[in-house]
Every structure is written in structure tokens, then in C-alpha cells.
């Protein structure tokens, strides 16, 4: 049997990139030369590429027959928008994959797990997918970070939460691929000549770095990969440094409050959530209310704290992630942005400069930067050993980001690209090899 038939006679495959802030799908049908296709989501007359990592839980009905419905993607972001009175709007809820501290969190009175959170949300990825290539192969290859995000990952909790929601979504056959390196197999296929590829995949939780020597011959590409390493920052953090040195001091940071005769700091931690879009969901618990009313009643800035009620109470994480992120994609094209975010009695406006920014963010880009000199030493390279540099990921547009590696390897090493759509089309391509396996990561279990 030829490499071409052994390739045919596999299933068809769905490759999945589930990231923080968007999921993207494709399909590989080995019976098809070159068969990969995106599932598209179609939306009235338009088509959506990719599916907000988003959920937006609301209930309906009578007091006595309240009926919670859900949606995700686009559809959860324009359902809150146009009704955010009632509703719980979740986002960047991957970072929870790891977290052993997350056990489970409370949507109108019943318990969500992240495996029954991942489950609920591919189901609606599902619902919407182009009727014409449903039914979904049950055959799924599924990116993951190289480093997990969090203080203390567990890379294996992660693992087990995820083939438990991909079981439930009715995949019976489940590989795990670095996600940088499905997105070297898919830069690969431009590649006329033997290279060694640096890929730096930078989403929104992580920063994820492969090495792979790609050698060519007359039966093709060949991929041998030789080095993975990650960190846990990415886009996510960079919107954390906006708002921890523009927003936050508007809801109170900063300020005191009065306890037995002592003036004492706000407690951080309060603001050390917004550094996870998926934290300000959680925090809408009684408990944490009732503390900081206390705390309001007792600040020398009770405007401040009340305003940070108001972003909890309201769920304005969205709006306000949307804000900032507006500013810092705009950060990628000018000097300076306008950072407007208003809502009843908060107005808050101010210039952010881009030099101030990348000082913000100085400390997470020395991180990254380590975690790619430790890529190199894994593989035993040099700078001048690597040919050529692929950035994928939306936060790979971000000036500072891209001039970490131009400066290093030369502008003309360095290539950009279907930065969102790479990871998945890669994943798709790898579940079309007959050696799969050599291609998976799976975490051992823990005796």
C-alpha cells in the first residue's frame, strides 16, 4: 500500500483550535487531494471564520418555569450586548483548563464544571457550523498551549477535563498537538527547500514556541520536530498592564480604608482578577459583593469602589475587554489611542501612548523572551541556525512583540500569516498523516 492509500483510507478529521479568546475549525478528508476546508459559522450575509470563545447564559419564563437557554460565539456577544440584564456572559474560560483551584462555578443556580462549560460551548460551535459539512467528523485532532496558563498549571487535569467535554461532544477517537507545532505543519506546506522553522504562536493565555527541521525530497516535506517550550502570557496579560495602569485606579485602586483605627491598602487581589477576563465572572457571589460594600463604606475614595461594584455587578468584563482591546490593536498601527469606556456612573477616558504601553508590558516580554531562549537550548541552536521565523496568533501584530524577533533574526527571516486560521488548518493536515501518533501529546497519568 503507497503513503497516497494508506493516507485515503483514513477517516476524515476535524482539526480544533479551542483558544482563550477564539476557536477556529477545519476539516481534512484524506479521500481529497488536498482536501481542508474551515468550518465556516454563517451569520444572516455573512460567514464567521472564527467562533468567540465565549458563553452567554440567560433565563426565560415565568417565575415558576424558568428555563436557562445559552449561546456562544458571536451569537453569546451580540445576545449580551442587546440584553445584558440577566445574563452571564463567560469568556476566556480556557485559562481554567489547568487550574486545579477551579472546581466548578454557579450560572443561575446550577453548577458548571470547565468540562461541562468546554461541552456546552462545543455544542453551540456545532450548532452553528455550515450545515454542508455537518454532520462533524467524530475523528478530532485538538491543539493545546505547550505551557498551560495559570500560577501552577496541571497540564494532566487539563488533559483529563478536556477528553471528558470532547467525549460528551461525541468524538470518539481524541488526539492532543502542541499548537505551534500544528501551526509549523501548516506553514510547511509553502517550503520548497530543507529549513529550520522558529514558530512563536501567541494567543490570548499563552505563548507557545516550536522548533521543526523540514527537510523536502521527491516524496515531499518530511517534519522533524525538535524543541517545545511556552509561558503563560500573552494578550490577555498585555490587556491586564492597560487596565491595571489606566482603569484601575479609577474603581479605587490604590485607595484606603479605615479598619480599628488603622487606614490600610485595598486588598489587591480585587484587581489582580482583571489580569483574567474569566476571574470578573466569578467574583458576582454574594460574598465578594458584601465585602466590598463594606470596604466602600469605609475607603477614602467609596466612588472608586462603587464603580468596581458596578463592573462586577453589571458583568462589564466584555465591554471592558473590548475597550482595552480596541486600544492596544490600535497601539499596533499609531503612537497613541483614546481608551473610552462608559457605563451609567462610570466614565472613564484617557490617552495611552504606545511607548507607555510596551513599558507596561516590559516585564512579560523579558518572560517570553526567555521562554524562546529556552526553545534554542532544547534544540541545541543558534540564532543563525534558524532559517526562517513564523508568528502566529493575534497578538504576534503587536509592534513590541514583532521587533523581539526582527531584531534578532532579521526582518527578512521573520513571516506573518493566516494568523488566526493557522493553528487549525494544521491540525487538520497532521490528522491526514498516517503517523499521527508522532505528531500527539498526551499527558501521563499520575500513579
Partial sequence: ????????????????????????????????????????????????????????F????????????????????????????????????KTFAASSSFRSTVVHGRSFRFEDLLATFLDRLAAHADPDVLPLP???????????????????????????????????EIHYVHEPVAAAFWFARRLTREAT???????????DFSIVRFTVDGHGVTAHPLAQTGVGIAGDGFDYRIIDAVVSPKLGK??????????????????????????????????????????????????G?????????????????????????ALSHAEEAQLSFRHRDIAIEATVRRADFERWIAGDLEKIAAALDEALARA???????????????????????????????????ETGDQLLSIAYGLALIGAEEDVERWTVREAAVA
Fill in 58 to 93: 440567560w433565563q426565560t419564563g415565568s417565575r415558576q418555569r424558568l428555563e436557562t437557554l445559552v449561546e456562544g460565539g458571536p451569537w453569546a456577544i451580540a445576545h449580551f450586548v442587546e440584553s445584558p440584564e440577566g445574563s452571564r456572559f463567560l469568556q476566556s474560560f
Fill in 197 to 207: 522553522v522558529l514558530v512563536a504562536d501567541f494567543g490570548g493565555g499563552t505563548s
Fill in 254 to 303: 490604590g485607595s484606603r480604608y479605615e479598619s480599628f483605627g488603622k487606614w490600610l491598602e485595598m486588598p489587591a487581589h480585587y484587581y489582580a482578577a482583571f489580569a483574567r477576563w474569566n476571574q470578573l465572572a466569578i467574583m458576582k457571589t454574594g460574598e465578594t459583593l458584601r465585602e466590598l460594600n463594606r470596604l466602600a463604606g469605609r475607603s477614602d475614595d467609596p466612588t
Fill in 1 to 56: 500500500m503507497t503513503l497516497a492509500s494508506r493516507r485515503s483510507a483514513l477517516p476524515p478529521t476535524l482539526g480544533l483550535d479551542f483558544g482563550t479568546t477564539n476557536s477556529v475549525a477545519a476539516i481534512a478528508d484524506p479521500s481529497v487531494p488536498g482536501g481542508v476546508r474551515e468550518v465556516g459559522f454563517p451569520d444572516g450575509a455573512i460567514t464567521h471564520s472564527v467562533f468567540r470563545s465565549a458563553l452567554d
Fill in 380 to 414: 541545541g541552536l543558534a540564532d543563525a541556525a534558524i532559517d526562517r521565523v513564523f508568528l502566529t496568533g493575534g497578538t504576534s501584530f503587536v509592534p513590541a512583540v514583532r521587533r523581539m524577533f526582527t531584531d534578532r533574526f532579521g526582518a527578512s527571516r521573520v
Fill in 305 to 329: 469602589l462603587e464603580q468596581l461594584i458596578e463592573v462586577i455587578e453589571e458583568d462589564l468584563g466584555y465591554p471592558l475587554y473590548k475597550a482595552v482591546s480596541e486600544v492596544k490593536f
Fill in 138 to 172: 467524530r475523528r478530532l485532532i485538538a491543539g493545546r498551549p505547550v505551557t498551560f496558563a495559570g500560577g501552577a498549571p496541571d497540564p494532566q487535569l487539563a488533559q483529563s477535563r478536556y477528553d471528558a467535554a470532547f467525549s460528551r461532544a461525541g468524538f470518539d
